[in-house]
């Protein structure tokens, strides 16, 4: 079974620049979460989806992150403008069932970003 | 509200000696608990989870994990640590439905030969 793929891994960019990351989660999972793990921290919960459905964007920067799942599927996370706090590795997850108290959630291995 | 307090940034054993990474929690709602674990330049893996069910909890190499709700305390352990358990380790705590996720800060394990 393929596990939750990302693209780039690795991302430089300078502040103000803009960046998308992409997240392909495991097939036949309804639910996708982007988290946000700055160095030295544990994953911060950017936003959730169910389907393409938002459930949960209640920490996710809106004035310059954006995030996208328009099938159901794959999905997009954007950020412009960049700032230098963005720095940090962007995690995408997915579950077959929605929420982690009733399934595993599969992580990809991430995508680092660094904003110079 | 939810909290997970992970009471130690950095473990450090040496090879064959029991492990202990300590994890508070708080919640409003009776809690699923979980312990993932990061390996350098890799995603997190499940090692185990509690939901409601047994309150001692055995999970994947080795590792296990006790409920206590007395304590609202969830600490992992380990009876030897390997070389490979070097790594680092989250607690999480969610809520009903899966709403509300949270991370605690993370311990790393250091294992000494």
């Known amino acids: 079974e393929a596990g939750v793929a990302q693209s780039p891994r690795y991302k430089i960019i300078e502040k103000r620049q803009s960046v998308a990351f992409w997240c392909n989660p495991i097939?036949?999972?309804?639910?996708l979460y982007w988290y946000q793990q700055i160095l030295g921290q544990g994953p911060k919960l950017l936003i959730q989806?169910?389907?393409?459905?938002?459930?949960?964007d209640s920490q996710l920067p809106k004035d310059r992150f954006s995030a996208e799942r328009l099938k159901g599927v794959d999905s997009t996370l954007k950020i412009q403008p960049a700032k230098l706090e963005d720095s940090a590795v962007y995690l995408c997850?997915?579950?077959?069932?929605?929420?982690?108290?009733?399934?595993?959630?599969?992580f990809g291995e991430g995508s680092r970003l660094t904003v110079l | 509200a939810q909290s997970v307090t992970q009471l130690d940034s950095h473990v450090s054993v040496s090879e064959g000696t029991p492990v202990l990474l300590r994890c508070n929690y708080s919640?409003?709602?009776?809690?699923?608990l979980f312990w993932y674990v990061q390996h350098p330049n890799k995603g997190l893996q499940l090692l185990l989870k509690?939901?409601?069910?047994?309150?001692l909890v055995k999970g994947i190499n080795g590792f296990e994990a006790e409920f206590k709700k007395s304590e609202t305390s969830f600490h992992l352990t380990k009876p030897s640590a390997h070389m490979s358990d070097a790594a680092e380790y989250f607690c999480?705590?969610?809520?009903?439905?899966?709403?509300?996720?949270?991370f605690g800060a993370g311990t790393r394990l250091f294992v000494k030969a």
């Open positions: 999480v705590v969610s809520g009903n439905g899966g709403f509300k996720t949270i």
């Open positions: 997850a997915s579950s077959l069932v929605q929420g982690a108290n009733t399934g595993e959630l599969f």
């Open positions: 989806f169910q389907n393409n459905g938002v459930v949960d």
């Open positions: 509690y939901t409601s069910a047994a309150t």
């Open positions: 097939s036949g999972h309804a639910t």
């Open positions: 919640s409003s709602y009776s809690p699923s």
